[in-house]
């Protein structure tokens, strides 16, 4: 019986140990895309709070495509508003899709899903922010992308 109690002990630990090593699900919204077409003029804006101002945050272009994307790679521009500005901060990004071995995404079927990090964890001010996706490829509309999406995690 002790051994028993011994080994929960040790099991319980353990799964907790992990858990609190994670990081922590803050916001993540996905847009369907019209025809499987991302068109330039088409630009997801997400909205999203930051009240906890004491740890990094980390962020993630989520974007779903078929096996049919012609592209190893995807060029966006990041528009960023935070909070208490008037103005509008843009990055371009150039993020890599695939590899000399394949899609580096998950893949089911012939869908395949990228979560890419976007910099590195950030520690962010109070209130609410505003970031827009603009796909800048040379193709457009650009065929075969399900949808797109950020994701936001707290960093512990």
């Not at 895309?33 to 909205?47: A, E, G």
């Not at 993630?60 to 078929?66: A, P, S």
């Not at 371009?92 to 899609?103: E, H, K, P, T, V």
Request: proline share 4%; charged share 25%.
């Amino acid at each position: 019986m002790k051994q028993i109690k011994t080994s929960l002990f040790l099991i319980t630990t353990t799964v907790l140990f992990f858990v609190s090593c994670t990081t922590i699900d803050l916001y993540e919204k996905d847009v369907n895309l019209p025809q499987h077409q991302w068109k330039s003029s088409f630009k997801p804006v997400f909205t999203f709070d930051i009240k906890d101002t004491t740890v990094p945050y980390r962020f993630f272009l989520v974007l779903r495509h078929t096996e049919k994307y012609s592209f190893t790679n995807i060029y966006l521009n990041l528009y960023i508003k935070a909070p208490g500005s008037d103005s509008t901060i843009k990055i371009r990004q150039s993020l890599m899709l695939a590899d000399n071995n394949g899609w580096m995404g998950s893949g089911m079927d012939d869908i395949y899903e990228h979560r890419i990090p976007l910099g590195d964890p950030q520690l962010l001010k109070a209130g609410i922010y505003t970031f827009t996706l603009e796909q800048i490829m040379r193709e457009d509309p650009l065929e075969h992308v399900l949808n797109v999406g950020l994701r936001i995690e707290k960093k512990k």
